[in-house]
C-alpha cells in the first residue's frame, strides 16, 4: 500500500512548519516522512555572490522540482532517499545530505507545493494555511534575520520586488485545489485535527 501523502501550501510566513511540527507531535515522527519544498533550491554555487542574491526565489523556476517529485515518488513506494540540504546564507547546496527514511505517512511542505500539475497529483490530502500578509512578512522578517543572517533592508527590498507578486501570482491560485483551508489563528485546532484523524485512520488500516 502506497504512503498517505499530506501537503500543506501556504505563503511564506503563514505558519507551514508550525502546522507540519504539530501534526509529527501528535502522529509520531516513527510514522512520518518529511519532505520540506525548501530544501530543493536549485544550487547556485556557479554564479557570483553578487548575482545570486538577486535571484527570484519565489518563482516556480528557482525549485528543482524534477528532483522533489522523484524524491516524493520514491518515498511513496517505500525506499528511502537522500533530501539535499540547501544553505540559505551561500544560496547553494552543502555536500552532506540528509537520510529521509520511507514511512506509511509522507509530509509535504512549501509555498510551491500545487503549482505543479504532476506533484498537485501525488498529494492525496491538500491543506493550505493562510494567514494575513503582514503576519506573513512580520515571520519573515523575523526569521531571515534570525537564521539567515539577512539585514531588514534586504528583506523588505525581496518581500517588494519578488515575494508579494509571486505570492499572487503563484501561490494564492493555488488555494483553490486545497482540501483544508487552516486559518492563522491558533493554527485552528480543529482543521490540523481533521489531518490528524485521517492519518490515525490510515495507520489503522495497513
Known amino acids: 500500500m502506497k504512503a ?12 507551514k512548519t508550525t502546522v507540519a511540527n504539530r501534526i509529527i507531535d501528535s502522529v509520531g ?8 519544498m525548501d530544501s530543493y533550491y536549485k544550487d547556485l554555487s556557479s554564479l557570483p555572490e553578487d548575482i545570486r542574491i538577486q535571484r527570484n526565489f519565489d518563482h516556480p523556476s528557482s525549485i528543482d522540482v524534477d528532483l522533489f517529485i522523484q524524491h516524493v515518488s520514491e518515498l ?21 545530505k540528509r537520510l ?3 514511512h506509511p505517512v509522507i509530509i509535504l511542505e512549501g509555498i510551491l507545493l500545487y503549482e505543479n ?7 492525496d490530502i491538500k491543506t493550505f494555511v493562510e494567514a494575513p500578509s503582514d503576519i506573513r512578512f512580520i515571520r ?9 543572517g539577512r539585514t531588514t533592508e534586504s528583506v523588505v527590498n525581496q518581500y517588494l520586488s519578488t515575494v508579494r507578486p509571486m505570492y499572487k501570482t503563484f501561490v494564492a491560485p493555488t488555494k483553490e485545489f486545497a482540501d483544508i483551508i487552516i486559518p492563522w489563528k491558533d493554527y485552528n485546532d480543529v482543521a490540523i485535527e481533521m489531518v490528524i484523524s485521517r492519518i490515525r485512520a490510515a495507520l489503522r488500516s495497513e
Not at 515522527?29 to 520540506?36: A, H, M, Q, R
Not at 519573515?140 to 539567515?148: A, H, P, T, V
Request: hydrophobic residues 40%.
Open 4 to 15: 498517505l501523502v499530506i501537503g500543506i501550501a501556504g505563503g511564506s510566513g503563514s505558519g
Open 29 to 36: 515522527e516513527d510514522n512520518i516522512s518529511f519532505l520540506g
Open 140 to 148: 519573515r522578517l523575523m526569521r531571515d534575520i534570525k537564521e539567515r
Open 76 to 96: 511513496k513506494d517505500g525506499r528511502d532517499i537522500e533530501a539535499p540540504i540547501y544553505d540559505f546564507v551561500t544560496h547553494t547546496r552543502r555536500p552532506e
Open 100 to 102: 529521509v527514511k520511507a
Open 117 to 123: 500539475a504532476t506533484l498537485l497529483n501525488l498529494i
